[in-house]
Nanobody, 123 residues
């Protein structure tokens, strides 16, 4: 089974930045739609950002627009999420996901998932 591997989580203070990365040695991202999701304790999983690998077209949740940037590096087969001006409410487990169907923030669109990386933002 293909597994995506997320890295880059950690503990930061409000206003600081983190960059998450996602890779998969057994899966090429080139023809995929990719996304980042997050899930805080006691809350449902939330789509954060999605990107079409070939075109770079992206969409964001309203809660992160202007602060988070999703990007990709084709040569490294790596997906990124740059998170700036982090807030305590961004605290969650962040997951990378890959799909084929369409650009979007619904978890139903994605078939491959990572194990997650924890992001904690202190006030």
């Amino acid at each position: 089974q293909v597994r995506l591997v997320e890295r880059g989580g950690g503990l930061v203070q409000a206003g600081e930045s983190l960059r998450l990365s996602c890779t998969a040695s057994e899966l090429k991202f080139y023809n995929r739609h990719m996304a980042w999701f997050r899930q805080a304790p006691g809350k449902e999983r939330e789509g954060v950002a999605s990107i079409i690998w070939t075109s770079g077209r992206s969409v964001y949740a309203d809660s992160v627009k202007g602060r988070f940037t999703i990007s990709r590096n084709n040569a490294e087969n790596t997906l990124y999420l740059q998170m700036d001006n982090l807030k305590p409410e961004d605290t969650a487990m962040y997951y990378c996901a890959a799909g084929f169907s369409q650009l979007g923030l619904s978890s139903e669109l994605y078939i491959n998932w990572g194990q997650g990386t924890q992001v904690t933002v202190s006030s």
